[in-house]
């Protein structure tokens, strides 16, 4: 996780796009600029990087679901709950699960846990777009492929 | 049995919080109902898992972007019912 980058997931552990479920896992870092100000003393990853977590492992089950042909946004969210304090060096997994795939959008199902006990949730709406430009699909994969996605399996 | 409209009606108050008094079939979704884009997408996803159908929302936005069809013919209440009632013949069939 770097966090001044919003490279939020480390790693992409499960990829199952026939039951449209994608796990994610990523360690939070010891030090970052975020702790600085979130809090003085007192490192707390704040709650809305773990919607963007979820965010970004909703994003890689809707690249698949659209063999990483148009690029997934966030559009919303619904029923989150932060439920603990999130400190660095703890490890997160995130869970994300297919709700409803409409017609350009999708809604999710997210959980994120730290050794198994549930520390946030959320629904999200995700929806898609053409990729704005001719180089982001290769970096998308490319940044895929570094976070473990076989993508010789997506096509 | 309840009617589209009724379903459709009823969605759309719980959604977006409109009293279900001042919603009818002539009712614009954006120009009488100021339903936004996201609102709309909750309407749709309710409306997907009560009909049992998806709603071809980017064709429809085609459709409308290409000419083809006016943001009447998708918006207005009544006609919105008469595409899920197609929708649903064709579901069906």
Not at chain 1, 53 to 78: I, Q
Not at chain 1, 113 to 133: H, Q
Not at chain 2, 26 to 51: M, N, P, Q, T, Y
Not at chain 2, 61 to 86: H, M, P, W
């Amino acid at each position: 996780m770097r966090l001044e980058y919003f490279d939020i997931i480390d790693s992409v552990d499960v990829f199952d796009l026939a039951a449209r479920h994608v796990e994610t896992s990523s360690t939070v870092p010891a030090e970052s600029t975020v702790f600085e100000g979130h809090f003085p003393g007192y490192p707390v990853l704040p709650g809305v990087l773990l919607l963007e977590m979820m965010n970004h492992t909703s994003g890689y089950l809707l690249l698949g679901m659209h063999d990483f042909g148009k690029l997934p946004f966030f559009a919303g969210a619904k029923k989150v709950k932060i439920r603990n304090f999130v400190a660095p060096g703890m490890v997160l997994k995130s869970i994300c699960d297919l709700v409803h795939d409409g017609s350009g959008f999708c809604i999710t199902r997210n959980e994120i846990r730290v050794d198994g006990k549930l520390v946030a949730d959320a629904e999200l709406t995700m929806m898609v777009m053409d990729f704005p430009s001719t180089e982001l699909p290769a970096l998308v994969r490319e940044r895929a492929r570094q976070h473990g996605v076989a993508l010789g399996l997506v096509t | 049995m309840s009617s589209t409209f009724d379903v459709v009606s009823k969605v759309i108050s719980e959604t977006s919080e409109i009293p279900l008094e001042q919603i009818t079939p002539e009712s614009h979704a954006i120009d009488d109902l100021g339903i936004d884009s996201l609102d709309f997408l909750d309407i749709v996803f309710a409306l997907d898992k009560k009909f049992g159908i998806k709603i071809p929302l980017e064709s429809w936005t085609e459709e409308v972007n290409e000419g083809r069809a006016s943001v009447d013919d998708y918006f207005v209440l009544k006609n919105l019912c008469a595409r899920i009632d197609e929708l649903v013949v064709a579901k069906n069939a």
